[in-house]
């Protein structure tokens, strides 16, 4: 079934090549990047307003493609089967991305074991390596030396949520403290316990692209969710810059950080300790039981 993405970006295509325009010359006209008019055409991204109405000026359109987009209703052709897809390839050109949240550790922050204990639950070993190693090459434009923004706020129930064990968690905690020493990275938690923080209703990313237009991202059960209305953007990162500025600084979270990594630490030593123990006190009954079963050698007794 033809999407109104792809007859958008038909129209597109038709309006550049009647004007002997190149995707690369009509995104230097705009300007944006090329990928992004290749893809407005191959009618795999959603085009926005903004791009709309400059394609209509330099290729002299009288505002066909700009009434064409205020036709349609997009919101539709963002909640498809490959959801997480679109997120990534937004990830893979982001100048700016700020998160919140909650239980789960945002997938840009996650270890490769944390990574794998989460998709081991609901994927089999196969596709838990696959999605694994997807996850991780998505964090490498974000956590290389001059990668964009990212700020992330954690409630703190993502340091509470144990995923694949105490020793994967006192990994993870690890892991934040590293990469929120990069000048293009902040990491800060939110406490539970702190009634007067003012959260978003549910985990969010807030999105800046090259070309400037923003998005808020959010996923349901088995759904994402893209939003680039300027009222709700707007609204949603009001919300969030409050919400960074009344949570503890980066430098204040990351001692909770610690603290979380020292308590699975410790956890971790106990564990230890009391398998020791266990295996201890398994062997004495081994012991135990082979000198009881073992055969029996008759003493004669002295005679009075």
Not at 1 to 8: D, E, P, R, V
Not at 270 to 277: E, F, G, I, K, N
């Amino acid at each position: 079934m033809t999407t109104n993405a792809a007859l958008f970006g038909e129209l597109l295509r038709h309006f550049r090549e009647g004007a002997l325009l190149t995707q690369e010359a009509l995104a230097k006209a705009i300007p944006c990047d090329r990928s992004l008019v290749a893809r407005v055409e191959a009618g795999t991204r959603v085009p926005q307003e903004p791009f709309a109405k400059k394609c209509d000026e330099v290729l002299r359109t009288g505002g066909a493609l700009a009434r064409l987009w205020g036709r349609v209703d997009w919101y539709p052709q963002v909640e498809h089967p490959d959801w997480f897809r679109r997120r990534a390839e937004m990830d893979g050109e982001a100048v700016c991305l700020q998160e919140y949240q909650e239980r789960v550790m945002p997938g840009l922050l996650q270890t490769e074991n944390y990574a794998r204990a989460l998709f081991a639950r609901v994927l089999s070993p196969a596709e838990a390596e696959e999605r694994v190693r997807e996850r991780l090459s998505r964090q490498q434009r974000f956590l290389a030396e001059g990668g964009p923004l990212y700020l992330a706020v954690l409630d703190e129930s993502c340091l509470r949520t144990v995923i694949g064990g105490a020793a994967v968690m006192r990994e993870q905690c690890a892991h934040l403290l590293k990469v929120g020493q990069l000048a293009n990275v902040r990491v800060q938690v939110a406490p539970s316990g702190d009634r007067g923080l003012v959260r978003p209703n549910t985990s969010m990313s807030l999105i800046k692209l090259p070309d400037g237009h923003e998005w808020v991202y959010s996923e349901s059960l088995d759904q994402g969710h893209f939003n680039d209305d300027p009222a709700a953007f707007a609204r949603h990162n009001r919300t969030y810059h409050v919400l960074r500025a009344d949570a503890p600084s980066a430098a204040e979270s990351a001692a909770l950080i610690s603290d979380a990594m020292e308590g699975y630490e410790h956890y971790e030593q106990a564990r230890v300790h009391s398998d020791d123990l266990d295996q201890k006190q398994l062997q004495r009954r081994q012991r135990r039981q082979l000198h009881r079963g073992g055969p029996r050698i008759l003493r004669r007794r002295p005679r009075p």
